[in-house]
């Protein structure tokens, strides 16, 4: 994820709240050398994220609780003049003969007199002192306690996110939510599972060359977060479209991992109608919806950490509706949080697509005038049928590697530890490099038809690999051509999830338009082989020639006879 700096603003008020309980958080941290009576907790934040605080002015509150906030110089005077505070703090602040600071109308977004806009609070954080102690790396639990702290104007810096919310409180022991993520597809979203077959290494991919009857596997892996910007998120709905050469076969898998790798496998929970479960309708489309939050008393709590994977599987096979050669067979998943409050993002997620392909070979019957042909059967025959050539991702093992395997099959660079080492397949490291793979099924597949009225014969659905082409049946009156070979080849471009295909042919003369391989078969006329099946002339060539030695024989024996 790109990473911008974040900042949350937050106004902690000297209001005297005594005897106010404090809640115990398993991430505190104290102010180096502060005793002050103010903290700040942060909720959902996300591990490994480093998070500060900065304190922007001081502050001081009168017997009635007005709050008065001040900047003090090097002697640890009030500042009374804008020439004295930080370049363009006229903009957003101003300040009065006591020194006492009030913020002008650009300092809060339009519409708004608690929120701070985006440029007042990058003049904050530009103008700000970081309180000593409180940088700090925010581990699994999704909760940082700063503490110690002296009462003043904050602000809470996170190396998170794209965008800037602000929070204000009088409260002495404020709370704030991190709110600065957003759901999204990981490593574009969806992709094609291919398990070799020898190692049981997994390879994904964007593009597949199948042949009709194949089964995929598909596998989404969005990146879940309890908020976006203001909004918390009650559920995520997911759905694909597949297309009409795909048939929908069921979904497999449905797993949350959370920050601290802990893995959560949903049953029940992702099924439509309580048990019934998910099936595609006429159109090939399916959704289902995974609750993230639940309620009690009006307030919703989030289901998982902040930082949590949503992976789910799904098989599809490809039917004989499938798309020739062309655009390939498209089908686009889709996922859009619902928000606690029943809204939805103004704007979709981006579909994550995958293509897979299929090719045709065509064979014209002519004669040797290239005029058509009928009558024909061929047949093709071929283990390649079913071959795959596939490229992506794959982990190796590696002992400089900075990857590790989980349990659930997936990989992450965080190191196990005593605590989270149950979690792990094992502590062994591995790198991720880029393979291409060939696999082919070893069945062999037959299809045999006649060439039809304009003397073609179109065998579809067919795969990369190799294939002998059989002449079966052969027009009256002319040979039987011999048996050939044509070979089809693909290049894989993952980018652009396109399949480009060659081939080549024992024959000579195989091509390839739009992706579609054909090959011409000429059958000659002529009585060397008759159609028939007869013996043919040969055999009274034979004949005459023995005749012909059986009379010079007779012929020489006579004359040595008249000698005699």
């Known amino acids: 994820m790109k990473k911008m700096k974040k900042i949350f603003a937050l106004l902690i008020a000297m209001v005297m709240v005594l005897g106010m309980a404090t809640s115990v958080f398993a991430q505190t941290v104290p102010a180096t050398g502060g005793n002050g009576p103010a903290t700040i907790t942060i909720q959902n934040t996300t591990p490994d994220v480093d998070y500060s605080v900065k304190k922007a002015f001081d502050a001081t509150a009168d017997a009635s609780g007005k709050i008065a906030y001040y900047k003090l110089d090097n002697n640890g005077n009030r500042i009374t003049t804008v020439e004295g505070m930080p370049a363009e703090f006229d903009t957003y602040f101003a300040v009065d003969t006591a020194g006492n600071i009030t913020a002008k109308a650009a300092a ?16 904050l954080n530009t103008n700000s002192t970081l309180v000593p102690g409180t940088n700090v790396k925010a581990n699994d639990d999704g909760t940082i306690t ?82 976006e910007g203001t909004k918390q998120v009650k559920q995520y709905t997911i759905s694909d479209d597949m297309p009409e050469g795909m048939t929908f076969g069921g979904i497999t898998k449905v797993t949350v991992t959370k920050s601290d790798n802990n893995v959560v496998t949903l049953t029940n929970d992702y099924k439509t109608g309580g048990s019934k479960a998910v099936s595609a309708d006429n159109d090939g489309k399916f959704s289902f919806i995974i609750p993230w939050a639940t309620e009690a008393d009006g307030v ?19 039917n004989d509706k499938a798309t020739i050669a062309g655009s390939g067979n498209e089908n686009k998943a889709k996922f859009k949080p619902t928000y ?6 103004e704007s979709e997620k981006p579909n994550a697509t995958v293509k897979v392909y299929t090719t045709s070979l065509t064979i014209n019957k002519v004669d040797q005038d290239n005029n058509v042909l009928t009558g024909a059967e061929f047949t093709i025959t071929g283990d390649a049928l079913k071959t795959v050539v596939t490229s992506g991702d794959v982990f ?25 080492g149950s979690r792990y397949a094992s502590t062994d490291k591995y ?32 795969g990369a690999g190799t294939y002998t082409v059989s002449e079966t049946v052969v027009p009256a009156g002319y040979n039987k051509i011999p048996d050939f070979q044509i070979t089809i080849a693909q290049t894989v471009n993952q980018e652009d999830k396109t399949i480009a295909y060659t081939a080549t042919s024992t024959a000579g003369n195989a091509t390839v338009t739009a992706n579609k391989v054909s090959v011409t078969a000429k059958n000659n ?36 006879m008249n000698v005699q």
């Open 108 to 123: 809060f977004k339009e519409g708004s007199n608690t929120e701070l806009s985006a440029g007042a609070i990058t003049w």
């Open 146 to 227: 700063f503490t110690g702290l002296e009462y003043g104007y904050y602000v809470v810096t996170s190396s998170l996110g794209d965008s800037a919310v602000t929070v204000t409180s009088t409260n002495p022991t404020a709370t704030i939510i991190d709110k600065n993520q957003e759901s999204s597809w990981e490593d574009g979203g969806k992709k094609i599972v291919v398990v070799d077959a020898t190692s049981g290494s997994e390879t994904l991919v964007n593009t597949k060359d199948l042949a009709i009857g194949d089964t995929v596997t598909y596998r989404l892996t969005i990146n879940a977060v309890n908020y």
């Open 300 to 318: 919703w709590t989030s289901t998982y950490t902040a930082k949590a994977t949503i992976v789910v599987e799904y098989t599809g096979t490809l």
């Open 340 to 345: 606690t409050d029943n809204t939805v993002p």
């Open 396 to 420: 190796v093992k590696d002992a400089a590697g900075t990857y590790y395997l989980l349990n659930d099959g997936t990989y992450t660079t965080t190191a196990p530890t005593q605590e989270t």
């Open 431 to 462: 790198k991720k490099e880029s393979k291409q793979t060939l696999d082919t099924k070893t069945e062999n597949v037959t299809a045999t038809a006649f060439v039809d009225s304009t003397g073609k014969v179109v065998f579809e659905g067919l």
């Open 525 to 560: 006329k002529g009585s060397v082989l008759p159609s028939t099946g007869g013996i043919g002339t040969t055999i009274f060539y034979v004949i005459g020639a023995v005749l012909v030695i059986g009379a010079g024989i007779v012929l020489v024996t006579r004359r040595r």
